[in-house]
Protein backbone atom coordinates (compact mmCIF):
# COMPACT_ATOMS: atom_id res chain seq x y z
CA UNK A 1 0.00 0.00 0.00
CA UNK A 2 0.98 3.38 -1.01
CA UNK A 3 2.17 6.24 1.71
CA UNK A 4 -0.44 8.50 0.16
CA UNK A 5 -3.32 7.27 -1.75
CA UNK A 6 -3.60 10.95 -3.19
CA UNK A 7 -5.11 10.27 -6.81
CA UNK A 8 -6.26 13.65 -8.40
CA UNK A 9 -7.12 17.69 -7.73
CA UNK A 10 -11.16 18.56 -8.10
CA UNK A 11 -12.20 22.28 -9.08
CA UNK A 12 -14.45 23.23 -5.70
CA UNK A 13 -17.25 24.72 -8.55
CA UNK A 14 -17.08 22.28 -11.37
CA UNK A 15 -15.80 19.12 -10.14
CA UNK A 16 -13.32 19.66 -13.28
CA UNK A 17 -10.06 17.45 -12.52
CA UNK A 18 -6.36 18.13 -12.40
CA UNK A 19 -2.97 16.34 -12.45
CA UNK A 20 -2.00 16.21 -8.33
CA UNK A 21 1.28 15.63 -9.20
CA UNK A 22 2.32 19.64 -10.65
CA UNK A 23 1.92 22.32 -8.72
CA UNK A 24 -1.42 24.03 -8.81
CA UNK A 25 -3.10 27.31 -7.76
CA UNK A 26 -6.91 27.92 -8.56
CA UNK A 27 -8.88 26.18 -10.78
CA UNK A 28 -9.40 27.23 -14.24
CA UNK A 29 -12.55 29.14 -12.85
CA UNK A 30 -10.72 30.57 -9.95
CA UNK A 31 -12.09 27.96 -7.09
CA UNK A 32 -9.93 25.93 -4.79
CA UNK A 33 -8.96 22.89 -5.90
CA UNK A 34 -9.58 19.90 -3.40
CA UNK A 35 -7.65 16.74 -3.07
CA UNK A 36 -9.30 13.32 -3.94
CA UNK A 37 -7.59 10.26 -2.66
CA UNK A 38 -8.74 6.47 -3.80
CA UNK A 39 -10.20 5.97 -0.57
CA UNK A 40 -11.05 2.34 -1.55
CA UNK A 41 -7.29 1.49 -1.87
CA UNK A 42 -6.73 2.44 1.83
CA UNK A 43 -6.69 -0.38 3.72
CA UNK A 44 -5.37 0.68 6.88
CA UNK A 45 -7.49 0.32 9.76
CA UNK A 46 -8.39 2.46 12.61
CA UNK A 47 -7.23 -0.28 15.17
CA UNK A 48 -3.35 0.00 13.51
CA UNK A 49 -3.75 3.54 13.42
CA UNK A 50 -4.09 3.49 17.25
CA UNK A 51 -0.51 2.01 17.45
CA UNK A 52 1.33 5.26 15.53
CA UNK A 53 3.12 7.61 16.67
CA UNK A 54 0.81 10.82 17.84
CA UNK A 55 0.99 13.07 15.19
CA UNK A 56 -0.82 13.74 12.32
CA UNK A 57 1.04 11.97 10.17
CA UNK A 58 -0.76 9.05 11.76
CA UNK A 59 -3.18 9.35 8.53
CA UNK A 60 -0.70 9.69 6.15
CA UNK A 61 -2.46 7.84 3.79
CA UNK A 62 -5.13 10.59 3.50
CA UNK A 63 -2.62 13.37 3.20
CA UNK A 64 -0.93 14.29 0.05
CA UNK A 65 2.78 13.56 0.73
CA UNK A 66 3.85 10.91 -1.38
CA UNK A 67 7.41 10.16 0.04
CA UNK A 68 7.82 10.13 3.65
CA UNK A 69 11.03 11.43 3.38
CA UNK A 70 9.38 14.79 2.48
CA UNK A 71 7.92 14.80 5.88
CA UNK A 72 8.68 18.26 7.46
CA UNK A 73 7.62 18.01 11.25
CA UNK A 74 7.56 19.50 14.44
CA UNK A 75 5.90 17.19 16.30
CA UNK A 76 2.03 18.82 15.28
CA UNK A 77 -0.86 16.87 16.01
CA UNK A 78 -2.86 14.95 18.47
CA UNK A 79 -3.47 17.71 20.41
CA UNK A 80 -5.86 17.21 23.75
CA UNK A 81 -9.59 16.80 23.44
CA UNK A 82 -10.97 18.42 27.07
CA UNK A 83 -13.91 17.78 28.96
CA UNK A 84 -15.25 21.22 30.19
CA UNK A 85 -17.85 20.01 32.59
CA UNK A 86 -17.70 23.36 35.24
CA UNK A 87 -17.90 25.61 31.93
CA UNK A 88 -20.34 23.22 30.43
CA UNK A 89 -22.67 23.71 33.69
CA UNK A 90 -22.29 27.26 33.72
CA UNK A 91 -23.21 27.24 29.76
CA UNK A 92 -26.33 24.94 30.88
CA UNK A 93 -24.20 22.77 27.93
CA UNK A 94 -22.47 20.45 30.48
CA UNK A 95 -21.48 17.74 27.68
CA UNK A 96 -18.78 20.55 26.62
CA UNK A 97 -15.77 19.61 24.91
CA UNK A 98 -12.51 21.25 23.16
CA UNK A 99 -10.38 20.09 21.16
CA UNK A 100 -7.23 22.79 22.46
CA UNK A 101 -4.95 23.92 19.25
CA UNK A 102 -2.62 25.78 21.83
CA UNK A 103 -0.54 23.09 21.89
CA UNK A 104 0.79 22.76 19.02
CA UNK A 105 4.12 24.60 17.35
CA UNK A 106 3.58 27.97 17.40
CA UNK A 107 0.75 28.20 18.93
CA UNK A 108 -2.02 28.08 17.13
CA UNK A 109 -3.62 25.53 14.60
CA UNK A 110 -2.32 27.15 11.72
CA UNK A 111 0.64 24.76 12.01
CA UNK A 112 -1.05 21.84 10.87
CA UNK A 113 -1.79 23.42 7.72
CA UNK A 114 1.49 24.72 7.36
CA UNK A 115 3.24 21.57 8.04
CA UNK A 116 1.48 19.23 5.44
CA UNK A 117 1.45 22.54 2.89
CA UNK A 118 5.26 23.40 3.08
CA UNK A 119 6.10 19.51 2.84
CA UNK A 120 3.98 19.03 -0.43
CA UNK A 121 5.62 22.08 -1.97
CA UNK A 122 8.64 20.96 -1.00
CA UNK A 123 8.10 17.20 -2.92
CA UNK A 124 7.13 19.15 -5.63
CA UNK A 125 10.58 21.07 -5.82
CA UNK A 126 8.95 24.99 -4.72
CA UNK A 127 11.77 26.56 -3.01
CA UNK A 128 9.90 29.64 -1.78
CA UNK A 129 6.03 30.21 -0.24
CA UNK A 130 4.57 33.41 -0.08
CA UNK A 131 2.07 34.66 1.61
CA UNK A 132 -0.51 37.38 3.13
CA UNK A 133 -1.48 36.36 6.60
CA UNK A 134 -3.25 37.99 9.50
CA UNK A 135 -0.09 36.76 11.84
CA UNK A 136 -0.47 33.12 12.84
CA UNK A 137 -0.39 31.61 9.20
CA UNK A 138 2.66 33.41 8.62
CA UNK A 139 4.41 32.59 11.65
CA UNK A 140 3.66 28.68 11.05
CA UNK A 141 4.49 29.05 7.40
CA UNK A 142 7.74 30.63 8.17
CA UNK A 143 8.36 27.96 10.89
CA UNK A 144 8.04 25.02 8.57
CA UNK A 145 9.99 27.27 5.87
CA UNK A 146 12.73 27.17 8.04
CA UNK A 147 12.78 23.30 8.83
CA UNK A 148 12.00 22.44 5.46
CA UNK A 149 15.34 24.61 4.25
CA UNK A 150 13.06 27.07 2.03
CA UNK A 151 12.38 30.47 1.45
CA UNK A 152 9.39 32.52 3.07
CA UNK A 153 8.16 35.31 1.52
CA UNK A 154 5.52 36.96 4.35
CA UNK A 155 3.21 40.03 4.43
CA UNK A 156 0.56 40.91 7.25
CA UNK A 157 -0.91 43.82 8.52
CA UNK A 158 1.01 46.20 11.08
CA UNK A 159 -1.97 45.45 13.65
CA UNK A 160 -1.76 41.84 13.26
CA UNK A 161 -0.46 40.49 16.56
CA UNK A 162 3.17 41.32 17.77
CA UNK A 163 4.40 37.71 18.58
CA UNK A 164 3.52 36.77 14.98
CA UNK A 165 6.18 38.64 13.39
CA UNK A 166 8.93 38.24 15.68
CA UNK A 167 8.08 34.31 14.86
CA UNK A 168 8.70 35.48 11.05
CA UNK A 169 11.63 37.08 11.92
CA UNK A 170 13.48 34.66 14.48
CA UNK A 171 12.85 31.86 11.43
CA UNK A 172 14.72 33.92 8.79
CA UNK A 173 11.43 34.40 7.27
CA UNK A 174 10.93 37.85 4.77
CA UNK A 175 8.95 39.51 6.55
CA UNK A 176 7.15 42.83 5.27
CA UNK A 177 4.52 45.10 7.56
CA UNK A 178 1.57 45.91 5.69
CA UNK A 179 -0.68 49.37 6.34
CA UNK A 180 -4.13 47.62 5.79
CA UNK A 181 -6.04 44.20 5.77
CA UNK A 182 -5.15 40.61 4.89
CA UNK A 183 -6.47 41.29 1.46
CA UNK A 184 -3.93 44.23 0.48
CA UNK A 185 -1.05 42.30 2.06
CA UNK A 186 -2.14 39.62 -0.83
CA UNK A 187 -2.35 41.53 -3.71
CA UNK A 188 1.13 42.59 -2.83
CA UNK A 189 2.30 39.55 -2.40
CA UNK A 190 0.53 37.91 -5.57
CA UNK A 191 2.36 40.81 -7.38
CA UNK A 192 5.81 40.21 -6.20
CA UNK A 193 5.74 36.77 -6.86
CA UNK A 194 5.22 37.07 -10.80
CA UNK A 195 8.77 38.95 -10.21
CA UNK A 196 10.72 36.21 -8.50
CA UNK A 197 11.30 32.90 -9.66
CA UNK A 198 10.31 29.70 -7.54
CA UNK A 199 7.87 30.98 -5.34
CA UNK A 200 5.06 30.00 -4.71
CA UNK A 201 1.70 31.88 -4.09
CA UNK A 202 0.18 29.62 -0.62
CA UNK A 203 -2.11 32.06 0.31
CA UNK A 204 -5.38 30.63 1.58
CA UNK A 205 -6.71 28.05 -0.02
CA UNK A 206 -4.90 28.94 -2.98
CA UNK A 207 -3.09 25.94 -3.09
CA UNK A 208 -4.55 22.92 -2.28
CA UNK A 209 -2.51 21.12 0.79
CA UNK A 210 -3.41 24.14 3.37
CA UNK A 211 -7.12 22.61 3.90
CA UNK A 212 -5.70 18.64 4.00
CA UNK A 213 -3.20 19.51 7.13
CA UNK A 214 -6.08 21.25 9.03
CA UNK A 215 -8.75 18.40 8.25
CA UNK A 216 -6.46 15.62 10.50
CA UNK A 217 -8.34 18.25 13.24
CA UNK A 218 -11.57 16.10 12.18
CA UNK A 219 -9.81 12.79 12.21
CA UNK A 220 -8.35 13.42 15.27
CA UNK A 221 -11.65 14.28 16.94
CA UNK A 222 -13.57 11.56 15.75
CA UNK A 223 -10.49 9.30 16.84
CA UNK A 224 -10.31 10.57 19.96
CA UNK A 225 -14.48 10.07 20.70
CA UNK A 226 -13.89 6.87 19.51
CA UNK A 227 -14.46 6.66 16.08
CA UNK A 228 -17.51 8.26 16.03
CA UNK A 229 -18.85 12.41 15.82
CA UNK A 230 -19.81 14.69 18.44
CA UNK A 231 -23.53 16.12 17.60
CA UNK A 232 -22.48 20.09 17.38
CA UNK A 233 -18.86 21.52 16.30
CA UNK A 234 -18.04 25.18 16.89
CA UNK A 235 -15.45 26.79 14.67
CA UNK A 236 -14.02 30.44 14.26
CA UNK A 237 -14.68 31.37 11.06
CA UNK A 238 -11.93 34.09 9.35
CA UNK A 239 -10.61 31.96 5.50
CA UNK A 240 -12.37 29.29 6.61
CA UNK A 241 -10.39 26.82 6.01
CA UNK A 242 -11.09 24.85 9.13
CA UNK A 243 -14.22 24.41 8.83
CA UNK A 244 -14.45 23.48 5.58
CA UNK A 245 -11.26 21.36 6.23
CA UNK A 246 -13.36 19.19 9.10
CA UNK A 247 -16.27 19.08 7.18
CA UNK A 248 -14.26 17.63 4.54
CA UNK A 249 -12.56 14.90 6.86
CA UNK A 250 -15.68 13.85 8.11
CA UNK A 251 -17.04 12.99 4.74
CA UNK A 252 -13.75 10.63 4.11
CA UNK A 253 -14.60 9.27 7.53
CA UNK A 254 -17.87 8.22 6.38
CA UNK A 255 -16.86 6.58 3.13
CA UNK A 256 -13.94 5.20 4.89
CA UNK A 257 -16.30 3.51 6.78
CA UNK A 258 -14.71 4.53 9.99
CA UNK A 259 -17.40 6.46 11.42
CA UNK A 260 -21.26 5.96 11.62
CA UNK A 261 -24.06 8.08 11.85
CA UNK A 262 -24.54 11.59 11.02
CA UNK A 263 -22.25 14.77 10.68
CA UNK A 264 -22.22 16.99 13.34
CA UNK A 265 -24.06 20.15 12.75
CA UNK A 266 -21.43 22.62 12.16
CA UNK A 267 -21.69 26.04 13.66
CA UNK A 268 -19.23 28.96 11.74
CA UNK A 269 -18.43 31.68 14.15
CA UNK A 270 -17.52 35.08 13.50
CA UNK A 271 -17.28 38.47 15.27
CA UNK A 272 -20.02 41.10 14.89
CA UNK A 273 -17.07 43.62 13.93
CA UNK A 274 -16.45 41.24 10.71
CA UNK A 275 -19.21 39.11 10.14
CA UNK A 276 -19.51 38.56 6.65
CA UNK A 277 -20.24 34.73 6.33
CA UNK A 278 -22.61 35.64 9.15
CA UNK A 279 -24.80 38.07 7.11
CA UNK A 280 -24.74 35.53 3.89
CA UNK A 281 -26.00 32.87 5.85
CA UNK A 282 -29.14 35.13 7.33
CA UNK A 283 -29.61 36.90 3.79
CA UNK A 284 -29.37 33.04 2.21
CA UNK A 285 -27.01 33.76 0.00
CA UNK A 286 -24.28 31.30 -1.51
CA UNK A 287 -21.65 34.11 -1.08
CA UNK A 288 -20.58 37.04 1.30
CA UNK A 289 -20.03 40.32 1.20
CA UNK A 290 -17.07 42.17 2.47
CA UNK A 291 -17.80 44.46 5.28
CA UNK A 292 -17.36 48.32 5.10
CA UNK A 293 -15.17 48.92 8.62
CA UNK A 294 -13.79 45.15 9.49
CA UNK A 295 -12.12 45.11 12.93
CA UNK A 296 -12.16 42.56 15.86
CA UNK A 297 -9.94 41.57 18.76
CA UNK A 298 -10.09 38.20 17.38
CA UNK A 299 -7.41 39.09 14.72
CA UNK A 300 -7.26 35.34 13.09
CA UNK A 301 -11.11 36.03 12.22
CA UNK A 302 -10.74 39.38 10.37
CA UNK A 303 -11.29 38.22 6.77
CA UNK A 304 -13.87 40.17 4.93
CA UNK A 305 -13.85 37.96 1.65
CA UNK A 306 -13.23 34.72 1.79
CA UNK A 307 -11.94 33.10 -0.78
CA UNK A 308 -13.87 29.39 -0.10
CA UNK A 309 -16.99 31.83 1.52
CA UNK A 310 -19.54 29.55 -0.68
CA UNK A 311 -17.51 26.63 1.36
CA UNK A 312 -18.45 27.41 4.21
CA UNK A 313 -21.67 28.16 3.86
CA UNK A 314 -22.19 24.80 2.14
CA UNK A 315 -20.98 22.75 4.96
CA UNK A 316 -22.96 24.47 7.55
CA UNK A 317 -26.31 24.08 5.55
CA UNK A 318 -25.32 20.68 4.44
CA UNK A 319 -25.05 19.66 8.15
CA UNK A 320 -28.12 21.51 9.44
CA UNK A 321 -25.71 23.92 11.55
CA UNK A 322 -25.83 27.57 11.57
CA UNK A 323 -23.51 30.49 11.68
CA UNK A 324 -23.51 33.23 14.06
CA UNK A 325 -21.96 36.58 15.29
CA UNK A 326 -20.75 37.87 19.15
CA UNK A 327 -19.41 40.91 20.23
CA UNK A 328 -16.04 41.53 21.02
CA UNK A 329 -17.09 41.97 24.81
CA UNK A 330 -18.65 38.59 24.99
CA UNK A 331 -15.69 37.01 23.64
CA UNK A 332 -13.27 38.50 26.19
CA UNK A 333 -15.71 37.70 28.88
CA UNK A 334 -15.83 34.23 27.71
CA UNK A 335 -12.48 33.95 27.34
CA UNK A 336 -12.28 34.81 31.63
CA UNK A 337 -14.88 32.92 32.27
CA UNK A 338 -13.79 30.06 30.64
CA UNK A 339 -10.13 30.40 32.12
CA UNK A 340 -11.40 30.69 35.51
CA UNK A 341 -13.61 27.85 34.86
CA UNK A 342 -11.05 25.29 33.35
CA UNK A 343 -7.41 26.87 34.11
CA UNK A 344 -6.80 27.66 30.20
CA UNK A 345 -6.78 30.86 28.64
CA UNK A 346 -7.67 30.46 25.08
CA UNK A 347 -6.87 32.64 22.10
CA UNK A 348 -10.11 35.46 21.09
CA UNK A 349 -11.14 33.27 18.47
CA UNK A 350 -11.86 30.34 20.23
CA UNK A 351 -13.65 32.29 22.98
CA UNK A 352 -15.75 33.60 20.17
CA UNK A 353 -16.85 30.26 20.33
CA UNK A 354 -17.72 29.41 23.68
CA UNK A 355 -19.45 32.60 23.59
CA UNK A 356 -21.55 31.65 20.63
CA UNK A 357 -22.26 27.89 22.47
CA UNK A 358 -23.72 30.74 25.54
CA UNK A 359 -26.13 32.54 22.94
CA UNK A 360 -27.33 29.34 20.75
CA UNK A 361 -27.86 27.82 24.11
CA UNK A 362 -29.81 31.31 25.57
CA UNK A 363 -31.98 30.72 22.16
CA UNK A 364 -32.79 27.42 22.46
CA UNK A 365 -31.06 26.35 18.94
CA UNK A 366 -28.60 24.34 21.32
CA UNK A 367 -30.84 22.28 23.85
CA UNK A 368 -28.35 21.32 26.22
CA UNK A 369 -28.38 17.39 26.63
CA UNK A 370 -25.70 17.91 23.30
CA UNK A 371 -22.04 17.10 22.68
CA UNK A 372 -20.62 20.09 21.51
CA UNK A 373 -16.85 20.74 20.64
CA UNK A 374 -15.34 23.64 20.56
CA UNK A 375 -12.65 24.02 18.24
CA UNK A 376 -10.18 26.44 20.23
CA UNK A 377 -7.87 27.75 17.54
CA UNK A 378 -4.72 28.53 19.54
CA UNK A 379 -3.42 29.86 22.99
CA UNK A 380 -4.11 33.00 24.20
CA UNK A 381 -0.19 33.69 25.24
CA UNK A 382 -0.45 34.90 21.76
CA UNK A 383 -2.54 37.60 22.43
CA UNK A 384 -1.21 38.64 25.97
CA UNK A 385 -2.96 42.22 25.78
CA UNK A 386 -6.42 40.48 25.84
CA UNK A 387 -5.77 40.45 29.76
CA UNK A 388 -4.92 44.05 31.22
CA UNK A 389 -3.52 43.63 34.54
CA UNK A 390 -2.90 46.36 36.85
CA UNK A 391 -1.76 45.83 40.27
CA UNK A 392 0.29 48.24 43.33
CA UNK A 393 3.98 46.98 43.66
CA UNK A 394 4.40 45.87 47.36
CA UNK A 395 7.37 47.06 49.29
CA UNK A 396 9.69 44.25 49.82
CA UNK A 397 9.47 45.44 53.80
CA UNK A 398 5.41 45.20 53.47
CA UNK A 399 2.93 42.93 54.17
CA UNK A 400 0.59 40.59 51.93
CA UNK A 401 -3.04 40.57 53.59
C1 LIG B 1 -6.52 31.74 11.11
C2 LIG B 1 -7.19 31.63 12.41
C3 LIG B 1 -8.57 31.36 12.51
C4 LIG B 1 -9.45 31.25 11.31
O1 LIG B 1 -9.21 30.07 10.64
P1 LIG B 1 -9.74 29.76 9.18
O2 LIG B 1 -9.46 28.33 9.02
O3 LIG B 1 -8.96 30.63 8.26
O4 LIG B 1 -11.19 30.10 9.15
C5 LIG B 1 -9.10 31.18 13.77
N1 LIG B 1 -8.34 31.28 14.88
C6 LIG B 1 -7.02 31.55 14.84
C7 LIG B 1 -6.25 31.64 16.11
C8 LIG B 1 -6.40 31.73 13.60
O5 LIG B 1 -5.09 31.99 13.56
Redesign the pocket.
Known sequence: MAFSELAHLECSRTGATYDADVVQGLSDVGAPLLARYDLDAVTVTPAEIATRPPDLWRYHEVLPVRDPAHVVTLGEGMTPLLRLPRHGERLGVPNLVMKDEGLVPTG?F?ARGAAVGVSRARELGVAGVAMPT?G??GAAWAAYAARAGMRALIAMPVDAPQITRRECVVTGAELHLVDGLIGDAGRLVAEAITRREGYQDTA?LKEPYRIEG?KTMGYEIAEQLGWRFPDVLLY????????IAIHKAMLELQQLGWVQGDLPRLVAVQATGCAPIVEAYEAGAEESTAPDDPHTVAF??TVPKALGDFLVLRAVRETDGTAVAVTDEDLLAAQRSLAGDEGTWV?P?GAACFAAVGQLREAGWLRGEEEVVVLN??TGLIYPDTVLVDLPVVPKDGALP
Open positions: AKNNATKPTGGGVGIGICETG
